[in-house]
């Protein structure tokens, strides 16, 4: 048997690929068969590139600012009228403590980043596949979007509009031949809780699921068309739970694993 051409491949999308689980979701796609597009705002983004480059794929690393719409187009044009296969919508980030002792900066930076940049992308990409009646969507939500996040208030709240967001759009591209499944990942073993100045709570220190894990049971959604997937046992239960339990007595819940000083030593 030859080898499959680039010509040939399927062509995936990953954003926040340099790190975490968006480099693992990365590899479940090289590992299948597919050419990438990774992008992050970070020259790391190179590395995972070189280290992706195997299996005969081409792997093209574009190292772009997603929270801002020229970002996205500069991500976007990279495809050169290829068509996208998948896009894998995983850029994040996320911010702790207070609300009113965090900068208006990091505060738009983060909802610019979670929302803003990963709705434009996924609204040119969606259209593209609609129109050609063929591709996959996978969106990173979270667990963390399922309740009020004490001392991370607005990451939390940008994981409830995307985990909304993905079934709301998942109904409307039904019978489109383009489906939509939504990431829900509890707290993994990423650089996330460093960057998110998050190492002092008990969430930062506790231990995590695996990105690898978290990214395989995503990529194994995605290819059954799945419109959604809790990873890890404990986050299951926490999903179920943030059902029935009244909203402020979840909110305090997460005071004691995201507050300043809760650090487990």
Same mark, same amino acid.
């Given at each position: 048997?030859?080898?499959?051409?680039?010509? !040939?491949?399927?062509?995936?999308?990953?954003?926040?690929?340099?790190?975490?689980?968006?480099?693992?979701?990365?590899?479940?796609?090289?590992?299948?068969?597919?050419?990438?597009?990774?992008?992050?705002?970070?020259?790391?983004?190179?590395?995972?590139?070189?280290?992706?480059?195997?299996?005969?794929?081409?792997?093209?690393?574009?190292?772009?600012?997603?929270?801002?719409?020229?970002?996205?187009?500069?991500?976007?044009?990279?495809?050169?009228?290829?068509?996208?296969?998948?896009? /894998?919508?995983?850029? %994040?980030?996320?911010?702790?403590?207070?609300?009113?002792?965090?900068?208006?900066?990091? =505060?738009?930076?983060? =909802?610019? !980043?979670?929302?803003?940049?990963?709705?434009?992308?996924?609204?040119?990409?969606?259209?593209? /596949?609609?129109?050609? %009646?063929?591709?996959? =969507?996978?969106?990173?939500?979270?667990?963390?979007?399922? /309740?009020? %996040?004490?001392?991370?208030?607005?990451?939390?709240?940008?994981?409830?509009?995307?985990?909304?967001? *993905?079934?709301?759009?998942?109904?409307?591209?039904?019978? *489109? %031949?383009?489906?939509?499944?939504?990431?829900?990942?509890?707290?993994?073993? !990423?650089?996330?809780?460093?960057?998110?100045?998050?190492?002092?709570?008990?969430?930062? !220190?506790?231990?995590?699921?695996?990105?690898?894990?978290?990214?395989?049971?995503?990529?194994?959604?995605?290819?059954?068309?799945?419109?959604?997937?809790?990873?890890?046992?404990?986050?299951?239960?926490?999903?179920?739970?943030?059902? =029935?339990?009244?909203?402020?007595?979840?909110?305090?819940?997460?005071?004691?694993?995201?507050?300043?000083?809760?650090?487990?030593?």
């Amino acid at each position: 048997m030859g080898t499959v051409t680039t010509e !040939t491949r399927p062509l995936a999308i990953v954003t926040g690929a340099s790190t975490g689980i968006g480099y693992e979701l990365a590899r479940c796609a090289v590992e299948n068969g597919y050419d990438l597009i990774i992008a992050a705002d970070e020259p790391a983004i190179h590395t995972a590139a070189a280290k992706l480059s195997t299996k005969g794929a081409r792997v093209l690393p574009i190292e772009a600012d997603l929270a801002t719409p020229d970002g996205c187009e500069k991500l976007y044009a990279a495809a050169q009228g290829r068509p996208v296969s998948i896009l /894998m919508a995983n850029a %994040g980030r996320g911010l702790g403590h207070a609300f009113i002792d965090q900068s208006w900066a990091d =505060i738009q930076r983060v =909802i610019d !980043t979670n929302i803003t940049g990963t709705l434009y992308l996924i609204h040119k990409v969606a259209r593209d /596949m609609k129109n050609r %009646g063929d591709g996959k =969507i996978l969106i990173t939500g979270s667990i963390a979007g399922l /309740m009020p %996040g004490t001392f991370q208030a607005v990451y939390n709240g940008t994981k409830a509009l995307l985990d909304s967001f *993905s079934f709301a759009l998942r109904a409307e591209l039904k019978d *489109s %031949g383009v489906t939509v499944t939504c990431l829900m990942p509890g707290a993994t073993e !990423t650089e996330f809780f460093e960057r998110a100045d998050l190492m002092d709570t008990k969430v930062g !220190t506790q231990k995590k699921d695996s990105a690898a894990d978290v990214a395989k049971s995503g990529w194994d959604a995605l290819m059954n068309n799945e419109g959604e997937v809790v990873t890890g046992w404990n986050n299951k239960l926490r999903a179920a739970i943030s059902h =029935i339990v009244p909203q402020g007595v979840l909110a305090e819940q997460h005071r004691k694993m995201a507050a300043p000083g809760t650090a487990e030593h």
